[in-house]
């Protein structure tokens, strides 16, 4: 996690700016709130990005949709979900491979998260994803952030339960396999 930017987002698996089914989650948690206010428009809305100049880089990216310009045109496809609300969030280590994250607005009642997501760790078919078979034996909570830290994602609906942990689906309701209602 990260935070800087006064807003929350969250990436679906990427590395590289390109969706990628072992890279890792990036949730960016910058709006706790301050002085600054909120982050009300991002760079990729309309009219927002910034423009280069001499001591800047002419363009960030290489690659991918956005090559050769400084900023996307849109939101990007590994972006999952964003909102410019202040709020929390939540990081519960459910066992050595499910983490679920809970995003909420302060203006919302606790029990209705604005985004929600199991992050799961799959070293059988990820292998930058192997580490420590026991939370135990990596030495606590700390070795344990470590250890599942750089981890990927499946993304998936907390609305079953972590029993029912089977599709690439998130957010707080379960959408059908052909929906297209995940993105924000």
């Known amino acids: 996690m990260h935070g800087h930017v006064h807003a929350y987002e969250r990436t679906n698996r990427v ?6 089914n072992c ?4 949730i960016t948690l910058g ?4 002085i600054e206010q909120l ?3 991002f760079a990729d809305s309309p009219g927002q990005c910034s423009r280069a100049s001499a001591d800047q880089c ?3 990216f290489t690659s991918g949709p956005a090559a050769g310009q400084f900023c996307y045109s849109s ?3 590994w972006s999952a979900f964003r909102e410019q609300s202040f709020g929390h969030g939540i990081l519960n280590f459910i066992n050595q491979t499910h983490t679920l994250f809970t995003w909420h607005r302060n203006q919302d009642v606790f029990d209705a998260p604005g985004d929600t997501v199991y992050i799961i ?3 059988d ?3 930058n994803q192997q580490g420590p078979q026991s939370l135990a034996a990596a030495g606590g909570p700390s070795a344990a952030i470590a250890a599942l830290a750089p981890a990927s994602a499946t993304l998936v609906t907390s609305a079953p339960g972590p029993a029912n942990l089977t599709g690439l689906y998130y957010g707080p309701s379960a959408p059908g396999p052909s929906s297209s209602a995940t993105r924000n």
């Open 15 to 20: 590395y590289n700016y390109t969706l990628n």
């Open 23 to 26: 890279g890792p989650v990036y």
């Open 31 to 34: 709006d706790g709130g301050n």
């Open 39 to 41: 982050a009300n428009v």
């Open 58 to 60: 002419a363009y960030n």
């Open 75 to 77: 939101q990007p496809e």
């Open 121 to 123: 760790r799959t070293p």
């Open 125 to 127: 078919t990820c292998p």
